[in-house]
């Protein structure tokens, strides 16, 4: 029965590539393959995934990626669409909540094996790892980490307003924006006007002013926290930095504005630290901005979290499944991490990689930094705006709420507390 | 019958694939309405409880205040526009190809194109406003898109220099087919020109300008690619319109439930717009037979 011994011959090969892809695409038997999406399809992220799938091939994979342009949701019906019709990618971008709620629609894979031969469970921050293992197993895998509140600062808007140190809490940050406006800089906060844009702002005051008040009304949806102190608060602070942002934005993107915040005609960025890929992909120089984390009215940095991920989605084919082995081991390398965090901005998920040598900025140093002293102090928390902290309908609902109060200042913030509060009430 | 197979063929069955393709959707959509449906479509039975969170939610309201502002100004508006401009084509003028390609040609202007430029134009800080103050004169304001209350407005603007080009094409098409007779007669009796259209011809377009009026209606109702190009809803939630909320809640919300509701109710709406038209059409067919 030659048919018979080539089919067992065949199986055995496809097994011996789930358990060893090393030692398996040595005999030729199966050659791996990652089908992918993710919504990284130009500039920093683009040349990232990129670098990424040319490692994957390196080690004889063969790469189809599918990059879904435009925001996650947008790479989101396309993975709906793949899902319903039972055909979903070897593995796509997922991360935050979505985990969760996307691993009840479709079977995805079991890492537990591969993540503990790689020990990455003891390098991940646990509440970030909590996310990636929402029913116990390791389903999905976190590739790098941004800080959506980190401040970007203009030197030359630092030089107009003769200033050279670095605000620490609101106040100084209100300080600043005061000495930018009288010193010449047009708008003392540079933006965007994109809906997770205006979040970025209220998150990164409420954290700031309170990381407990954040943690029990945005992450928890505590009613008492939503209607306590620091929401108003918080609501004040946006409108501060709304005055001083430029209204002729309209929908625009950030980055269309980062000319005149290199030029000093913008002074201070509130965002995540993919700004700095974005800066340096558009050709500016270190020297022409800081990064810090962002203000925290205790002095201790406050960590919005942010975190990229992908979710692995079970598929029958021996070759896919080979792939996705393949793949989780090389988003869990260090080696690999670094390449990544280096071009887009990011930093590595490991706690344990060292960021001391070339190729790293100061920024990037810092943010990483932040991270570990924020997890010491419980000040690391999940990011509304880039739907880390909820799901999407719960999200989208606050975001409505806080979008328009920057837009339209004849609310107050005492209304817009309790808008937030009855908007979450209504999403539940 | 077997002769003419082919020709039964080809109209027949892309009309019924394509009506079965409307009828089911449409049906599949009313289904879904009526489910706790979220990330996927799921079976269940939730009543109305989908309807009543859209209606009560707040985008929605904004996105009906919205769509009766905008509809009503963008069909008046660009029904007198169309009209201004094919009257004006009417004269007997030199080039009258070249102008009526030029007024035409926006409608071959896909409308996520037609947004962007728009909203680069009408950018207070890039488009109309700054090349004013360049030119000298500083206190000039024209920043209706970063205006809440004026937003809406832009999309009126846009909208109408997209369709209003349409509007003209029929409205010309009507003005050349009124019968010469009645103009020599109307010219013996010696009316004049604004005579002549008040009384004599304007009267005969009035088909033309229901057939306009119900087609821009619909196009109202149905706007989404110029809002999500030109404002994307804002600035905050100021410009909302129905299917932007529809989008939202089905794909940037992932519910499908309220997302399919808030479909339901669009097509609502526009029966409410159809059905009298059809109404009307079926009377006018009657009293052509009995005339």
Known sequence: MPITTTRRRLLAGSAAALALPAFARAQGAVKPRLTAISQWSAGSDGAAITALGKRFEEKGGIWQHSPVPGFTTEMMNKLRAQIIAGDPPACSQLKGPEIAAWSKIAPTVDLDAVVAAAGYEKVVAPDLAKLHRPAGKWIALPLQIYSTNMLFLSKRAMDKAKADKIPVTWAEFNDLAEKMKSGGVAYPVANGGTRPDDGQKFEAALAGISPLAYRAAIMNLEKKALEGPEIKAAFVQVRKIADWMDPNVGAQHFSTNLKRFVDGDMGMMIMGGWAQGVLRNAGFKFEDFVIAPGPSDNGKPVFLLNADAFIFWQRKEADLQAGQTLMAQLVMDPAIQTMYSQITGSIPVRTDVDLSGEGWSDGQRRTAAALKDAIASNQAVLSLAHNMAQENGMTAAMIDVITEYVKNKTIKPEQAATRLADAVESAR | ?291
Request: no cysteine; aromatic share 12%; net charge positive.
């Open chain 2, 1 to 291: 019958m077997v002769r003419r197979l082919p020709e039964y063929l080809t109209i027949w069955v892309p009309l019924l694939l394509s009506a079965a393709h409307l009828i089911a959707f449409s049906l599949w959509t009313i289904w879904i309405s009526f489910t706790p449906s979220t990330l996927v479509p799921v079976t269940g039975w939730v009543g109305l409880r989908n309807y009543s969170a859209v209606a009560a939610s707040r985008n929605w309201q904004i996105a009906l205040d919205n769509l009766l502002l905008f509809g009503s100004a963008f069909v008046l508006l660009s029904l007198a526009t169309g009209l201004i401009l094919a009257i004006l084509l009417d004269q007997r003028i030199r080039g009258e190809n070249v102008l009526r390609s030029i007024f035409l040609y926006p409608l071959a202007v896909s409308f996520v194109v037609t947004g962007t430029v728009w909203s680069w134009l009408l950018n207070p800080g890039l488009g109309i406003q700054k090349l004013v103050h360049d030119l000298g004169w500083t206190s000039f304001r024209f920043d209706w898109l970063i205006d809440r209350d004026m937003a809406i407005w832009t999309i009126v603007i846009a909208a109408i220099w997209q369709s209003s080009g349409f509007a003209m094409a029929l409205f010309l098409a009507g003005l050349r087919s009124v019968d010469a007779d009645l103009i020599k007669a109307a010219q013996i009796d010696g009316a004049g020109p604004v005579r002549m259209y008040r009384r004599v011809i304007l009267p005969t377009l009035w088909p033309i300008t229901i057939t306009v009026i119900v087609i821009q209606l619909q196009f109202a109702i149905s706007t989404f690619d110029l809002v999500r190009a030109l404002t994307n809803g804002g600035p905050g939630i100021a410009t909302q319109l129905p299917a932007l909320v529809v989008y939202d809640l089905m794909f940037q919300r992932s519910l499908l439930g309220r997302g399919a509701a808030a479909a339901v109710l669009m097509l609502l709406i526009l029966l409410v717009v159809l059905l009298p038209y059809a109404a009307w059409r079926y009377v006018q067919r009657r009293r052509a037979i009995h005339a």
